[in-house]
């Protein structure tokens, strides 16, 4: 039992959510104990199709409607719905936005102080343009500064520009509840990536620094900050002040090098000379070496050895076990309620699975 309550109690949101970024806007506020409404299509929403543990990532601890938005009786319980609610957060194509009713504009009618998100490829405003994830990667400079140098452009391994724009989505929706008046709160993908490429974006606005790619994802300005093979696998370092160096100068037997400035100017000589060094020991014994000395570096892991050594961060939502909110406050515990039962709200005589 939580020792405080939950954060959001008393808030309801309403969620027309497709696939991953609306969603997981959501379960991010489920988890912090808004009351969260699915409203799903005839047939469910899609990413039922892909996989029950996929759903289950993604939706845990809501309520789920089935409505079919295009009739003239799943506005009627939609309307509803956004009468005694907080806010809307739908993540769809503009057109298919207005065409369902689902920004403020249209709402405001039935509920003035009614919060209205959209989530979209490029604004509300910005067209319809397919807008997925890695599309967005790709039309943003993401990709085109990721990989090897001498390689094509690469793309990290999970949705990275769906998943922060549902933050961001999720923070906007916060604050405009907060600020206790209705609005419409327009989020786009190209946005959200731009955003944070803060320090390179600014670096090519102001300095006309190029984005350029570094071998093993070289840090643009700390050097050394990067992964280095080792005698067995690959080590992650990130040295940034001239402390953390002289501490790994002093463990790896280098000399030398003692100021950032001199680090930058000298990137390939002190980059041969660590990476010799380093070979000397594996990366899971650098790693139990340079912790102790506060100097940032981890071997690479797969996930499932991340996950393994991270029992903590794992939760039981019904059946699933899945990673929990990474939001940790005092006192309070969600409750993980697995993901919701196609429709299951419409039936007043099913509960939530606890």
Known sequence: MSAVGAPLAGIRVIEVGVMLAGPYATMMLADLGAEVIKVEPPG?????????????????????????????????????????????????????????????EALREVND??????MTGFGLDGGDDPAFDYVIQAATGVAAMTGDPDGPPTLPGYSSADNSTGLTAALGLLAMIISGRGGQVDVSLRDVMLSQLN????????????????????????????????QDGYLALFVTHDGFWKSFAGEAGIGGFSTMAERAAQRDEVIAVVTTALAADTASGWESRLKPLGIPAAAVRTLPEALAITPEALVSAGEFRLVGSPIHIGGYEPEYRQAPAFDEYADPGVQSSS
């Open 44 to 104: 469910g929403e899609i990413s039922r199709q892909v996989g029950d543990s996929y759903f289950a990532s993604l939706n845990r601890g809501k309520r789920s409607v089935c409505l079919d938005l295009a009739s003239a009786s799943g506005q009627a319980k939609l309307a509803e719905l956004v009468a005694d609610s907080h806010a809307l957060l739908v993540n769809m194509k503009p057109s298919v936005i207005r065409r369902l009713g689902l920004t403020y």
């Open 113 to 118: 102080k009614i919060v209205c998100v959209a």
């Open 199 to 230: 320090y390179r974006a600014s670096a090519y606005l102001n300095d006309g620094a190029e984005p350029r790619r570094y071998p093993f994802g070289a840090h643009s300005y700390y050097v050394p900050a990067q992964l280095f093979p080792t």
